[in-house]
């Protein structure tokens, strides 16, 4: 929908209205942080994903065919999350864009995803660090 901001038709206004009638009755669903978190050894965790060439963006008017989209989720997890069957985890923030480069490959559209979605991890790992006061350049 974000994509068909500037040349909406009505069928995009069903579907906008079709997307809020779903998250309206899906309100009471919400996400809780537990508090089984150990916040002195949390990891991040970053997951990215990317498609390649489905995308339409309009730019300026213009009908640009052949976008990559792009998505990431930032999470906190306790230190033995890559070797635990299961684990909780902390949802920090998430995204999904268009790319704004033309991806030649399907490699380059998911290398393209992970680079941002690992400089985002980096950047709220280091927002959560100075918050608590132990910021340094020695990573």
Request: proline share 2%; hydrophobic share 40%; charged share 20%.
């Amino acid at each position: 929908l974000q994509t068909r901001n500037n040349n909406a038709v009505i069928a995009d206004s069903r579907e906008c209205n079709r997307v809020l009638e779903t998250a309206f009755q899906n309100a009471h669903n919400c996400m809780y942080l537990s508090p089984d978190l150990d916040w002195d050894n949390a990891i991040m965790v970053t997951v990215t994903d990317a498609s390649f060439c489905n995308e339409i963006e309009y730019l300026r008017g213009m009908e640009m065919k052949y976008r990559s989209q792009q998505g990431y989720m930032c999470l906190l997890a306790n230190p033995g999350f890559l070797n635990a069957e299961e684990s909780i985890i902390h949802p920090m923030c998430w995204g999904s864009t268009v790319i704004k480069r033309v991806c030649g490959s399907t490699f380059m559209a998911e290398t393209d995803a992970m680079k941002g979605g690992h400089a985002r991890g980096d950047r709220l790992r280091a927002a959560i660090v100075d918050a608590r006061g132990l910021l340094s350049t020695d990573w």
